[in-house]
């Protein structure tokens, strides 16, 4: 079946560092791929998505490239803000199934 | 413009109790219907979906149910809750058909069971 791995967190960075968040996933075929953002006391919300390979999701200075040779998605931003300070969450859509998340990622940014 | 609500938004509720927490979503027709549970350390676990009113497919055995009595009202439920139902319930939606993989989130509901 699906599944997506994800750096267990959290990850704690000072404003401006390079942040790198892995992602890998198990799937047949050829799935969508997906990052999603979670702040504080809210629901989820969609941050960038790619549907093939090679291709490059980005949005908010965040971006991540669809590997399919490594089965990677893994996100990056090149200045993290305090405002970045979150939950991230990769996921896998193959064919007409269910979203498949991984577990989360915590992101801490500090001043 | 699409919307989701999902209510209410905090629920402490003691062992043994009934849970029924709502989900409607507006601005579309025959979306499908997702009710996600968030517990600390474990990620997201789908609980149920419905692609349409009245079919629930249901991804975890476990005390709860879910209902779909309108094309846009998602609602779950249980009979008895257990300590082990605590956490974040999220509802979610997503257009029908392949292309479509986004799916877009309620504000989510924070349940504790003492």
């Known amino acids: 079946g699906n599944s997506v791995t994800q750096m267990e967190g959290p990850v704690t960075l000072s404003e401006e560092a390079f942040l790198t968040i892995n992602c890998t996933y198990t799937?047949?075929?050829?799935?969508?791929l997906f990052w999603y953002v979670q702040y504080p006391g809210e629901g989820l919300q969609l941050l960038l998505k790619a549907t093939k390979a090679d291709d490059k999701g980005s949005n908010k200075g965040f971006e991540a490239t669809y590997r399919k040779e490594t089965t990677s998605f893994h996100l990056e931003k090149g200045s993290v803000q305090v405002s970045d300070s979150a939950v991230y969450f990769c996921?896998?859509?193959?064919?007409?199934?269910?979203?498949?998340f991984g577990k989360g990622t915590m992101l801490l940014v500090s001043p | 413009s699409q919307t989701i609500h999902q209510w209410p938004a905090t629920l402490v509720q003691p062992v043994g109790s009934p849970l029924s927490l709502e989900c409607t979503v507006e601005?579309?027709?025959?979306?499908?219907l997702y009710w996600y549970r968030q517990a600390a350390g474990r990620g997201l676990q789908l609980l149920f979906y419905?692609?349409?009113?009245?079919?629930i497919s249901s991804e975890v055995p476990q005390n709860l149910s879910a209902s779909r009595p309108q094309d846009r009202q998602f609602i779950l439920s249980s009979k008895k809750l257990l300590l082990s139902d605590s956490g974040f319930y999220l509802c979610?939606?997503?257009?029908?058909?392949?292309?479509?993989?986004?799916?877009?989130f309620g504000e989510g509901s924070r349940l504790t069971v003492l």
């Open positions: 979610a939606w997503s257009g029908q058909g392949l292309n479509t993989g986004e799916l877009f």
């Open positions: 419905s692609v349409g009113i009245g079919q």
């Open positions: 601005g579309t027709s025959n979306p499908n």
């Open positions: 996921a896998l859509r193959g064919g007409y199934s269910t979203l498949t």
């Open positions: 799937a047949t075929g050829y799935p969508s």
